[in-house]
């Protein structure tokens, strides 16, 4: 039946299913919105939200020797842990190469102020001489 339910109530002792004439439940609560309804939201959502412009590649976040946690903080986010010990503050932050490097970005602080830092991931940077650098490859040590 065209427009009707496609099921309708149970009759008779088999159980099978009586057509009902007359529009389903679902039918009258959601009318049909038709091809420029769905046109039309689709263009009002795409104007409410417009793209957002990604660049080629974003510019690196770049600490220095001598900045404060409060800096490193800024330019790099939060850590995802920080621990201290004496005058020493380490601040370890995820990098996009933890299982082929084998290690966070570490940024080492004492009294305060960036001293070193172990830099691995792409989108960071660190504007000093590091203790490990990227380009040194490991080695066996001797005993």
Same mark, same amino acid.
């Given at each position: 039946?065209?427009?009707?339910?496609?099921?309708?109530?149970?009759? !008779?002792?088999? !159980?099978?299913?009586?057509? %009902?004439?007359? #529009?389903?439940?679902?039918q009258?609560?959601c009318?049909?919105?038709?091809?420029?309804g769905? %046109?039309?939201?689709?263009?009002?959502?795409?104007? =409410? +939200? #417009?793209?957002?412009?990604?660049? =080629?590649?974003?510019?690196?976040?770049?600490?220095? #020797?001598?900045?404060?946690? =409060?800096?490193?903080?800024?330019?790099?986010?939060?850590?995802?842990?920080?621990?201290? =010990?004496?005058?020493?503050?380490?601040?370890?932050?995820? +990098?996009?190469?933890?299982?082929?490097?084998?290690?966070h970005?570490?940024?080492?602080?004492?009294g305060?102020? *960036?001293?070193?830092?172990? *830099?691995?991931?792409s989108?960071?940077?660190?504007? !000093?001489?590091?203790?490990? #650098?990227?380009?040194?490859?490991?080695?066996? %040590?001797?005993?």
């Amino acid at each position: 039946m065209i427009g009707g339910r496609t099921h309708g109530r149970t009759g !008779g002792a088999d !159980g099978r299913r009586i057509p %009902t004439s007359g #529009p389903s439940r679902v039918q009258r609560r959601c009318p049909r919105i038709g091809f420029l309804g769905v %046109t039309a939201f689709a263009v009002l959502m795409l104007s =409410a +939200n #417009p793209p957002v412009r990604l660049s =080629a590649q974003a510019e690196p976040q770049t600490i220095k #020797p001598g900045m404060t946690e =409060a800096e490193v903080r800024a330019a790099w986010g939060e850590p995802l842990t920080a621990r201290k =010990a004496g005058p020493m503050t380490y601040l370890y932050y995820r +990098n996009d190469c933890h299982k082929r490097c084998g290690t966070h970005d570490v940024v080492f602080l004492e009294g305060g102020q *960036v001293i070193d830092a172990i *830099v691995r991931d792409s989108r960071r940077r660190y504007d !000093g001489v590091s203790s490990s #650098p990227a380009e040194r490859k490991p080695e066996a %040590t001797k005993s």
